[in-house]
């Protein structure tokens, strides 16, 4: 194996999500499609050029248990300079952080948010 290629996203209401993750996260939309004989979007996303998220939608998809913790896929992590400029970002859209945590073993400063779908979106300071 060499990398992760994506992570894969079925949210409940795609324009919210869509917006949530371009202007809110800020990634860059490489191709989107509606595929009509599933009724469904298909977003790919990607971060400094990299391709990491396909977002879709479905008509009625099952809600996933995400908090406590389930089993699973937990939660996105994304690697970040400043924790306060992510955080003040996200604020400005009224996405609000958990309380800034350190982590025991590495002494790194992380925080949480939620997508639209209550997805936790882990921020990790450099």
Do not use: W
Request: aromatic share 12%; glycine share 2%; with cysteine.
């Amino acid at each position: 194996m060499n990398k992760i290629h994506h992570t894969a996203i079925i949210c409940s209401n795609y324009e919210i999500s869509k917006k949530f993750y371009t202007h809110v996260l800020g990634l860059e939309i490489i191709r989107e499609v509606y595929r009509q004989e599933r009724q469904s979007y298909k977003l790919d996303l990607a971060l400094n050029g990299d391709y990491i998220i396909e977002l879709f939608s479905f008509p009625n998809p099952p809600k996933r248990p995400s908090r406590p913790e389930a089993c699973g896929l937990r939660h996105l992590a994304f690697e970040v300079d400043d924790l306060e400029k992510i955080i003040a970002h996200c604020k400005s859209y009224n996405v609000i952080a958990e309380p800034i945590r350190i982590d025991e073993f590495t002494n790194k400063r992380f925080t949480f948010i939620a997508d639209p779908d209550n997805l936790p979106i882990e921020f990790y300071e450099k």
